[in-house]
């Protein structure tokens, strides 16, 4: 167990909807990653959040988006979901300092776009 | 941006050999090299990780390996058991401040056979 929690396990939905993604880091840490992993495609980078706000952008399209609260519990939305939006998607969380940059990931949430 | 490219896609070995896994990597300017081991459906799990001034590093049955001049770096697994088996996948960042997402290889397939 990583420490960092995801809910929910399992998410099916219809093309065209809006769902909410939910991600707890571990105790201490102030980043936490998006990370989206389909088969043809491997891990992919969607975003950071440090502290509250966002640090780095990688592929995340603009019908998705993510914030991190003041308990620095984050949150990822993905609205007019698509077939291809299928996929397993994994937070990661870490301390982001000079010292130490590992990044530790929950069990994901595979969402199923029907 | 930085790219991560990773060698074998797929590796099939005899229980108590070594495997050697490889990646290249673009950017000069990373610093942090971490592996990540993942099961069917689980989460990647940080196996070993290294850093831009270290050459190498040993835990255990694990090893990585580091040349920033060929910007190259290895895993080595030996003595390989069953419960090797598993997607093995590298990543580098350039990690700084608050920041260090990770770029991932695409990952190798590691089958151990009993």
């Known amino acids: 167990d990583s420490g960092v929690t995801q809910t929910p396990k399992h998410l099916i939905t219809a093309t065209g909807q809006r769902v909410t993604l939910r991600c707890s880091p571990r105790?201490?840490?102030?980043?936490v990653y998006w990370y989206q992993q389909s088969l043809d495609q491997g891990l992919q980078f969607l975003i950071q959040?440090?502290?509250?706000?966002?640090?780095a952008k990688g592929n995340i399209l603009e019908r998705f988006s993510a914030q991190q609260f003041p308990d620095l519990h984050s949150e990822l939305n993905l609205s007019s979901l698509e077939l291809g939006d299928s996929a397993l998607y994994f937070c990661?969380?870490?301390?982001?300092?000079?010292?130490?940059?590992?990044?530790?990931f929950g069990p994901g949430t595979r969402l199923t776009v029907t | 941006g930085e790219n991560v490219e990773q060698h074998p896609s797929t590796l099939s070995v005899q229980e108590g050999d070594s495997a050697v896994i490889k990646c290249t990597y673009s950017?000069?300017?990373?610093?942090?090299f971490p592996w990540y081991k993942q099961e069917l459906g689980k989460r990647p799990q940080l196996i070993i990780d290294?850093?831009?001034?270290?050459g190498e590093k040993k835990d255990q049955r694990i090893a990585v390996t580091l040349n920033k001049t060929a910007k190259h770096f290895s895993l080595h697994i030996t003595e390989t058991q069953p419960e090797d088996s598993a997607v093995y996948f590298c990543?580098?960042?350039?990690?700084?401040?608050?920041?260090?997402?990770?770029?991932f290889g695409k990952g190798t397939k590691l089958s151990v056979k009993p």
């Open positions: 105790s201490g840490d102030l980043s």
């Open positions: 990661a969380s870490s301390v982001n300092s000079g010292l130490s940059y590992e990044q530790y």
């Open positions: 990543a580098a960042i350039l990690a700084s401040g608050s920041q260090g997402n990770l770029i």
């Open positions: 290294i850093r831009s001034n270290v």
């Open positions: 950017d000069s300017a990373s610093n942090y």
């Open positions: 959040y440090y502290n509250g706000e966002e640090r």
